[in-house]
């Protein structure tokens, strides 16, 4: 291991410079403009060189001549150089103008900070003007957490006749859980390839981007089954038959729990509190086990065969949406193993 002490030296009124050891410019296979990514742990100063290959080119250009035929791909396109990192995306116009605008208006009403910059017969250039920094991460997971309760909220009160379904203010609900899902998931890949956004969107460590990752990915997931939740909901609401006040206490009662543990998962998350976790999935454990013995008692309910098999289904998708907060517990601890802490030793020497 390298090991040497080295003077720091004056350059300019404020400036200090170090030289680079021989040895590790060398087995580094580092050159004159080479790009070096100096990040700061704890009280140390980490020197690592950057890969052309992490470094993604300033411009995406996108040939939708190439698929025009094949619907959805340059909206989706789009969205994934804006994920990527990408903050200009040029889009050559050879033929069919009317689709390639129609499709790239789709795409700035779906992506947070994208706006058209250049417009013209020959091509469209789009730019992402959003701060890569803002909101920090751990912000736009507790947005994303009061939309999806939101939601599930809706689910409960239309199932129980307590609300009409408004659909629009559930798609606008939707559209931005979906816009700031995309936004955060655009963070943490730029985040990839510039560690300095590491710190400066609230991670501790690169090591954390992956759990992060899946933890949008299960989010994004519970955010489908949280509209099929309103859609089973309106079908029972529109049945000529009425729920027994028993299912309707034990639907709120689960909806209910199901907003506490949400809650407690991602205070867990941020936190980094694995007892607290291990105790939710034990919580967790039980009430799926409460859901799958009221499904038993599905058939028991004074309902039509259809409104049966709607109710079995809404259970069920509930049952799916406080597993996958058990899995985001998971995560919890396994990131609670990457430094020494009051149940883990890390020993470096071992």
């Known amino acids: 291991m390298l090991e040497e002490i080295r003077k720091a030296l004056k350059l300019g009124k404020a400036t200090l410079a170090i030289t680079l050891p021989r040895e590790w410019v060398k ?3 580092i050159k004159s403009g080479d790009s070096i990514l100096i990040r700061e742990e704890e009280d140390k100063l980490v020197l690592e060189k950057i890969r052309k290959s992490e470094i993604p080119p300033p411009v995406c250009i996108i040939r939708p001549e190439e698929y025009i035929e094949l619907p959805g791909l340059l909206l989706r396109l789009i969205i994934g150089a804006y994920v990527y990192g990408y903050d200009i995306i040029y889009i050559p116009i050879k033929k069919e103008k009317f689709y390639v605008e129609k499709e790239v208006k789709k795409a700035t009403n779906k992506l947070i900070g994208l706006y058209i910059s250049e417009a013209s017969d020959d091509n469209i ?14 912000s736009s997971l507790m947005r994303l957490l009061i939309i999806l309760n939101s939601l ?11 609300e009409k379904p408004d659909l629009e203010y559930i798609n606008e609900l939707s559209d931005e859980f979906d816009k700031t899902n995309l936004l955060a998931l655009r963070q943490l890949l730029k985040s990839q390839y510039d560690r300095t956004l590491i710190k400066r969107i609230g991670l501790k460590s690169h090591l954390w981007l992956l759990g992060n990752r899946a933890t949008l990915v299960i989010l994004r997931s519970v955010s489908l089954n949280a509209r099929e939740l ?3 909901a309106k079908k029972l609401q529109d049945s000529i038959y009425l729920l027994s006040d028993e299912a309707k206490e034990f639907i709120f009662d689960i909806c209910k729990k199901i907003k506490t543990i949400s809650e407690e998962t991602i205070s867990s998350l941020l936190m980094i509190d694995p007892v607290k976790s291990n105790t939710l999935i034990n919580d967790i454990d039980k009430i799926t086990l409460d859901i799958e013995e009221y499904l038993d008692e599905v058939p028991n309910e004074k309902l039509g065969i259809q409104s049966k098999v709607a109710l079995s289904c809404y259970l069920r998708v509930l049952e799916n949406i406080i597993i996958q907060y058990k899995m985001i517990n998971e995560i919890v601890i396994n990131r609670s193993t990457g430094f020494t802490n009051k149940y883990v030793i890390i020993d470096e020497y071992a």
């Open 125 to 138: 250039i789009l730019t992402v003007v959003t701060d890569p920094s803002r909101p920090d991460f751990n």
């Open 152 to 162: 599930i909220d809706l689910s409960s009160k239309i199932l129980l006749d307590e």
């Open 230 to 232: 309103i859609t089973l």
């Open 27 to 29: 087995s580094h296979n």
